[in-house]
């Protein structure tokens, strides 16, 4: 499986901005799908995921700002992310997880809250 994840930049403090992730490959193996960040000095963590059935999964920090969302006939998970703040820069990755627990990611896309 392969991810390749687009929409990173610059946004001002309380803009958007949606971040798509197409995947490839064993499409149909993938239980899990979405996104995980990391800032500089920091962990990376979760973001957001949606399962294959549509279960969604936030973190608390962007629980009410960030949707997920997954378009099974374009193999693709997007993050549409309102009122970013300046915690929000970091770089973001795609997610993916297949029934069989084996993991995978896309390459980071920058994101950038600054005024």
């Known amino acids: 499986v392969q991810l390749q994840a687009c929409g990173g930049g610059l946004v001002q403090p309380g803009g958007s901005l949606r971040l798509s992730c197409a995947a490839s490959?064993?499409?149909?193996?993938?239980?899990?799908m979405g996104w995980y960040r990391q800032a500089p000095g920091k962990q990376r963590e979760l973001v957001a995921t949606i399962s294959s059935a549509g279960m969604l999964n936030y973190a608390d920090s962007v629980e009410g700002r960030f949707t997920v969302s997954r378009d099974n006939a374009k193999n693709t998970v997007y993050v549409q992310m309102t009122s970013l703040k300046p915690e929000d820069t970091a770089v973001y990755y795609c997610y993916a997880r297949s029934f069989a627990a084996v993991e995978y990611w896309g390459q980071g896309t920058q994101v950038t809250v600054s005024s």
């Open positions: 490959g064993s499409i149909s193996s993938l239980r899990f």
